[in-house]
């Protein structure tokens, strides 16, 4: 019974591995995109689309059905898209997917039904132009509702300074579980954000990311015009999904979890392996800034 709501560049629901766990899909081919799906960026399509399939990646990754390419196959998911492929998010499309999240609505925007809100949100790309005075509202709501949100701390580009890098809310809010990515080789992945975080200008007083998971050549869905694939993909948005996936199962298999995301916050910290670093601070600490309380 877990939901997973995944926010970003939308999701195909036809892949072969997604189909049976849409949320809106009612057997034989038939579907209810209501309280499913709402394209929060333009209002253009009324059935579930992914531009990127980035989110359909990142959804295979969490509850994928075939290939053992899901960590948690048997959740459901919905879906809000809130940026197009070759645009930033908006903070207006952003927010208007947390409202959708809060309390599903239809395609139109109407008959809100908070019952129906998920269990996990998870932000597939970071907003960019959102600061904390924006989103933060909206985000702690979520948490009021009982919604843990799981996100990346963002990209950068591959040579550039790590530190200091987690600074586009939500990944610098305390309370958001922020999970950076580690490669094959257990160092942090090329383009993951380290901390410490930063609210504004003032630096954070929390710690940044929170967890590190795998987030390179991870295999997991796309839809390609001539049917179900399976692609490798990489980054922090990956890890963010591998964490989303084993909450899922935290909460399925500790129904006295349900609707408690600040302890599930915790348990997902206290069961991370600590890996000590130095980088953007000189002492060699648990947790740190650059794999929080570790993977």
Known sequence: GVVVGIIGFGVSHLHEALQANYRGNLGNGAYDHNHNWYE??????????DVAQMGTHLTGTILGTK?????APQAKFISCMSSSAFA??????????LQFMLAPHDLDGNN????????????????????????????????????????????????????????????????????????????????SGAGPAFLGIRQADHVKPDVVAPGENVVSSVLLPEGSAYLRASGSSVAAS??????????SAEPRLHR??????QLLTDAARGKPSTLCQREDVIP????????
């Open 112 to 191: 809100p039904q908070p019952e129906l809100r998920p269990d996990i949100v998870v932000f597939s790309i970071p907003c960019e132009d959102c600061d904390d005075e924006i989103l933060k509202p909206s985000i702690m709501a979520l948490i009021e509702a009982g919604i843990l949100p799981i996100v990346s701390p963002g990209q950068r580009a591959p040579g550039s300074n790590t530190c200091n890098s987690i600074n586009s809310s939500p990944a610098n809010i305390r309370d958001v579980v922020t999970v950076g990515a580690f490669g094959e080789d257990g160092s942090t992945y090329a383009t």
């Open 288 to 295: 740190n800034f650059e794999y929080g309380y570790g993977e």
């Open 40 to 49: 929060a960026f333009d209002n253009g399509s009324r059935v579930p689309v």
């Open 67 to 71: 290939r053992n390419i899901g960590v």
């Open 242 to 251: 591998v964490v989303a996936g084993a909450a899922a199962l935290l909460y």
């Open 88 to 97: 930033l998010q908006k903070p207006e499309s952003v927010l208007a997917c």
């Open 260 to 265: 408690k995301p600040l302890l599930m916050k």
